[in-house]
């Protein structure tokens, strides 16, 4: 194993050290000196031209993908929820015009049954009306004769008490003749009084 001699070093030389400081404080210079001249590197000049490439890579890039890919399914989308929303409403008045005809068709069947009921009431009342008139006139007929019968017996019994009435009175005067005279008349005499008084 070999050693290596140092180099021995004057008294009165620099030190390496001061010459090693130099040339950092040099460098460092240099950088910081690169960095406060030129701010943010977006906005030198000389990295314009990369940027501006970039830009209208990534345009075209998105461009494309909007147009191709994008645009397409949004118009899709749009599309497709139009034409939901346009049947929809076709099926919607379509309902709604049914609805509109079966009301009708319900009105109508009403206005009929409203029209067959006030006919058969109306047909109901002539019926029981013809068979209470009827009944009317058939009890009618039943109490005149049954009247016309009353007065026949009624005049019977009125002659047949007519043709008494004078027996009766001649007797009755013949009577009151006797009690107030105390003598009778004859039946003939009673009569003729009778008749005259009549």
């Known amino acids: 194993m070999t050693v290596q001699a140092q180099p021995v070093m004057p008294e009165d030389a620099p030190a390496p050290v001061a010459v090693a400081d130099t040339h950092a404080t040099t460098e460092a210079a240099a950088h910081g000196g690169e960095h406060e001249s030129g701010g943010l590197p977006q906005f030198e000049f000389q990295h314009w031209f990369g940027q501006i490439v970039y830009l209208i890579f990534l345009f075209a890039i998105l461009y494309l993908l909007i147009a191709r890919v994008f645009a ?18 076709d099926a919607a008045r379509q309902v709604q015009a049914e609805a509109a005809g079966q009301a009708e068709a319900a009105k109508r069947e009403v206005e009929e049954a409203r029209a067959a009921s006030r006919a058969t009431a109306a047909a109901a009342k002539a019926r029981v009306t013809e068979e209470a008139n009827a009944r009317a006139a058939a009890e009618e007929a039943v109490v005149a004769a049954r009247i016309a019968e009353a007065e026949a017996a009624i005049g019977k019994t009125r002659d047949a008490a007519m043709s008494n009435v004078s027996t009766i009175a001649s007797d009755a005067a013949a009577a009151i003749v006797e009690r107030l005279t105390g003598k009778g008349p004859t039946a003939a005499e009673a009569a003729a009084a009778v008749k005259g008084a009549a």
Not at 72 to 89: H, K, M, W, Y
Request: proline share 6%; aromatic share 6%.
């Open 72 to 89: 397409p399914r949004i118009r899709r989308v749009f599309d497709e929820r139009a034409s939901t929303i346009a049947s929809a409403v």
